[in-house]
């Protein structure tokens, strides 16, 4: 019996299986939670497959930028559950054009409103029309961060600044939702290949320098962010809310590294 055994969880925005909320997905399957997905129209055809692999027949796509969308998504998981446990946002975009030019030049007054509304403003309206089905309940909310947040990364441009927005965000759900014995959380992963990385100039280089600079000297896999969410999102972390978790081989905690040759 897994430690997730008797919840439910639903994971919005599932697009492949080289996807982070594949990963975690995985994770809380092997430790008994049953899950039901959301996901854009077009990954239908993948989704479906995916979500039986692990024993799921509940699927149904939402745009998290529509809120009669939201409604009717949640309608219609309504028709499946009258309650779940656990939320967990894996949704984040910006235009292309913002992410491959300079950050002045490429952050629009358009490029900027999509990022925030896509990749922040949307786990607060996820959250308010989860709260009826957790009403009660220990309830858990988890979205996915990265380090741009924080700290200036080539070409992640006006994405870093949604991320600030989203780790604000669940800060402030915390607050507000803890008193209802909800805790929001969110995971900083480190640099993974996953289809929405591959829209990030530069890519495989931030891969190699974070494996040769991470004190693990290695870069982080889908399954290390899928137990780091398992357990965030269960009862053993119910002291535990308002953070931001980094899993990213300890790269956020270097400030400077010398290679070899360089050291005295």
């Known amino acids: 019996m897994g430690f997730m055994t008797g919840k439910?969880?639903?994971?919005?925005?599932?697009?492949?299986?080289?996807?982070?909320?594949?990963?975690?997905?995985?994770?809380?399957?092997?430790?008994?939670?049953?899950?039901?997905?959301?996901?854009?129209?077009?990954?239908?055809?993948?989704?479906?497959?995916?979500?039986?692999?692990l024993n799921s027949d509940i699927t149904f796509s939402m745009d998290v930028n529509s809120d009669e969308e939201i409604t009717r998504g949640f309608a219609q998981l309504k028709a499946h559950w009258d309650h779940f446990?656990?939320?967990?946002?894996?949704?984040?975009?910006?235009?292309?054009?913002?992410?491959?030019?300079?950050?002045?030049?490429?952050?629009?007054?358009?490029?900027?409103?999509?990022?925030?509304?896509?990749?922040?403003?949307?786990?607060?309206?996820?959250?308010?029309?989860?709260?009826?089905?957790m009403q009660g309940r220990p309830g858990s909310i988890l979205t996915l961060t990265y380090l741009g947040a924080v700290r200036?990364?080539?070409?992640?441009?006006?994405?870093?600044?949604?991320?600030?927005?989203?780790?604000?965000?669940?800060?402030?759900?915390?607050?507000?939702?803890?008193?209802?014995?909800?805790?929001?959380?969110?995971?900083?992963?480190?640099?993974?290949?996953?289809?929405?990385?591959?829209?990030?100039?530069?890519?495989?280089?931030?891969?190699?320098h974070v494996a040769a600079m991470a004190p693990l000297g290695r870069n982080v896999t889908l399954e290390d962010v899928g137990n780091a969410a398992a357990f965030l999102t269960s009862d053993l972390a119910a002291g535990i809310t308002g953070e931001i978790l980094y899993v990213d081989g300890g790269y956020n905690t270097v400030g400077m590294s010398f290679g070899e040759g360089e050291k005295e």
Not at 44 to 50: A, C, T
């Open 8 to 53: 439910r969880a639903l994971i919005v925005g599932l697009a492949t299986d080289r996807s982070i909320a594949w990963g975690i997905a995985q994770a809380m399957h092997r430790e008994g939670a049953e899950l039901a997905f959301s996901h854009i129209e077009r990954m239908s055809e993948r989704v479906i497959p995916l979500a039986r692999q």
């Open 85 to 133: 446990d656990i939320l967990v946002h894996a949704v984040a975009f910006a235009p292309r054009e913002a992410m491959t030019g300079t950050f002045v030049q490429g952050t629009s007054r358009e490029a900027f409103r999509i990022a925030h509304d896509t990749s922040s403003y949307s786990l607060t309206a996820l959250a308010r029309e989860s709260l009826p089905f």
């Open 152 to 208: 200036s990364i080539p070409s992640y441009n006006v994405m870093g600044l949604a991320k600030a927005s989203l780790e604000a965000n669940v800060r402030f759900l915390a607050a507000e939702l803890g008193a209802a014995g909800i805790r929001v959380n969110g995971i900083s992963a480190g640099p993974i290949k996953t289809l929405a990385a591959a829209g990030i100039p530069g890519f495989r280089k931030m891969l190699g």
